[in-house]
Nanobody, 126 residues
Framework: QVQPVESGGGLVQAGGSLRLSCADS????????MAWFRQAPGKEREFVAC????????SYTDSVKERFTISRDNAKETEYLQMNSLKPEDTGLYYC???????????????????WGPGTQVTVSS
């Protein structure tokens, strides 16, 4: 069973930075696209960023462009989300998601992803 696990969340002041990581605790996928989603209290889960299997294609939601960077190290089987200039509205539970399909472009919708981590909390204070 593939089981992504997130790490790196925490409490940070506005303007600060965090780096989230996503690794597998179970069986490892070979050649997969992945994405980060987040969910704020009382709101629906939303897309943050995605990266395709070889890192050639990335996509971001507008509110995090120029502040967040998604990347992956396939040799380490780990993906990252570097978050800079954090804002209080970035607060939420951040999920790593992976899908068995790999493509030239990554997907931005929840339904496209097969495996989900339990989430890591990011809290940005003002």
């Amino acid at each position: 069973q593939v089981q992504p696990v997130e790490s790196g969340g925490g409490l940070v002041q506005a303007g600060g930075s965090l780096r989230l990581s996503c690794a597998d605790s179970g069986r490892t996928l070979i050649g997969y696209d992945m994405a980060w989603f987040r969910q704020a209290p009382g709101k629906e889960r939303e897309f943050v960023a995605c990266i395709n299997w070889n890192g050639a294609s990335t996509s971001y939601t507008d509110s995090v462009k120029e502040r967040f960077t998604i990347s992956r190290d396939n040799a380490k089987e780990t993906e990252y989300l570097q978050m800079n200039s954090l804002k209080p509205e970035d607060t939420g539970l951040y999920y790593c998601a992976k899908r068995r399909l790999y493509a030239d472009t990554c997907a931005r919708t929840i339904e496209e992803y097969d495996y989900w981590g339990p989430g890591t909390q990011v809290t940005v204070s003002s």
